[in-house]
């Protein structure tokens, strides 16, 4: 099945999902990922980034810098779709909002930090409830 690619469309349909508990980002070496488990990954130059649970890293004794909760964008947007990562961005950007952005082939997802994860999900609850109308 093929995503959406129309942003008016996407936005309209966007729903925010705040999932449970919250999220942090570490940077560990290539042996350590298939132990931690990670929600995502990212390969870098300078190593694996990966997200995990907060008590999976705690429980682990990791440290880390950034403690965030994760929003799921419950709109199927096509990977080639224009727009929609500008859309949402701006949007949490204009309420203070810092959003790191992960890419599935179904939706977006984002990290906010954990204070203004509420916040956000109105933010963009708001942005797609001013999206324009379809004609």
Same mark, same amino acid.
């Given at each position: 099945?093929?995503?959406l690619?129309?942003?008016?469309?996407?936005?309209?349909?966007?729903?925010? &999902?705040? @999932?449970? $508990?919250?999220? #942090? %980002?570490?940077v560990?070496?290539?042996? =350590?990922?298939?132990? /931690? *488990?990670?929600?995502?990954?990212? &390969?870098? @130059?300078? $190593?694996?980034? #990966? %997200?995990?649970?907060r008590e999976d890293? =705690?429980?682990?004794? /990791? *440290?880390?810098?950034?403690?965030? &909760?994760?929003?799921?964008?419950?709109?199927?947007?096509?990977?080639?779709?224009?727009?929609?990562?500008a859309?949402? *961005?701006t949007?949490?950007?204009?309420a203070?909002?810092?959003?790191n952005?992960?890419?599935?082939?179904?939706?977006?997802?984002?990290?906010?930090?954990s204070?203004?994860?509420?916040?956000?999900?109105?933010?963009?609850?708001?942005?797609?409830?001013?999206?324009?109308?379809?004609?």
């Open positions: 099945m093929s995503g690619t129309d942003l008016d469309l996407m936005l309209k349909t966007l729903e925010a &999902r705040l @999932l449970d $508990g919250e999220f #942090v %980002v570490l560990v070496g290539e042996g =350590d990922v298939a132990a /931690l *488990s990670p929600i995502a990954v990212i &390969r870098e @130059l300078e $190593g694996w980034t #990966v %997200v995990v649970r890293a =705690d429980a682990r004794g /990791l *440290s880390y810098a950034f403690v965030g &909760r994760w929003i799921t964008l419950q709109v199927h947007s096509a990977l080639e779709a224009v727009g929609l990562t859309a949402f *961005s949007a949490l950007g204009n203070g909002i810092s959003c952005v992960f890419a599935g082939y179904y939706h977006d997802h984002i990290l906010v930090p204070p203004d994860a509420h916040r956000a999900v109105a933010v963009l609850r708001n942005l797609s409830q001013g999206a324009a109308p379809r004609e």
